[in-house]
Nanobody, 123 residues
Framework: QVQPVESGGGLVQTGGSLRLSCAAS??????MAWFRQASGKEREFVAG???????YHADSVKGRFTISRDNAKNTVYLQMNSLKTEDTAVYYC???????????????????WGQGTQVTVSS
C-alpha cells in the first residue's frame, strides 16, 4: 500500500517561499499531485506530475509554483514562491498508481492521499 507523507508546511509572510515535499513508498513512476483546501472551500487542484514527468499547474499558481520529482527518493516537491494570502490552505499530496492519462485535475483520479500539511500566508 502506498502512503504519501507530506512535509514542509508552515507560516510565511506574503511574498515569501515554502517548499512542500511528498514521499511515497513503492516505485517512482506514479502520477502525483498537490491539491489544497481552504477553510470553507472545496478541494482544488494545484499541480501534478505524471508518471512520464509531464507537469501541470493550475492557472492560479502558474509562474509562482513549480512541481518536480526526485525519482531516486520517490519524492515530489512543490516549490511555492511569491506566496499570497489566498494560498492559505491545507495542502494534500495525492498518488495515482495506474500508468495512464487519467484526468490529472480530478481528485477522483487518485488512489492514495496524505494527511495534509497546513500552509498559512500572513499579510
Amino acid at each position: 500500500q502506498v502512503q504519501p507523507v507530506e512535509s514542509g508546511g508552515g507560516l510565511v509572510q506574503t511574498g515569501g517561499s515554502l517548499r512542500l515535499s511528498c514521499a511515497a513508498s513503492g516505485r517512482s513512476s506514479y502520477t502525483m499531485a498537490w491539491f489544497r483546501q481552504a477553510s470553507g472551500k472545496e478541494r482544488e487542484f494545484v499541480a501534478g506530475i505524471r508518471w512520464n514527468a509531464i507537469t501541470y499547474h493550475a492557472d492560479s499558481v502558474k509562474g509562482r509554483f513549480t512541481i518536480s520529482r526526485d525519482n531516486a527518493k520517490n519524492t515530489v516537491y512543490l516549490q511555492m514562491n511569491s506566496l499570497k494570502t489566498e494560498d492559505t490552505a491545507v495542502y494534500y499530496c495525492a498518488v495515482r498508481t495506474a500508468i495512464d492519462y487519467s484526468p490529472i485535475y480530478s481528485a477522483r483520479a487518485y488512489d492514495y492521499w496524505g494527511q495534509g500539511t497546513q500552509v498559512t500566508v500572513s499579510s
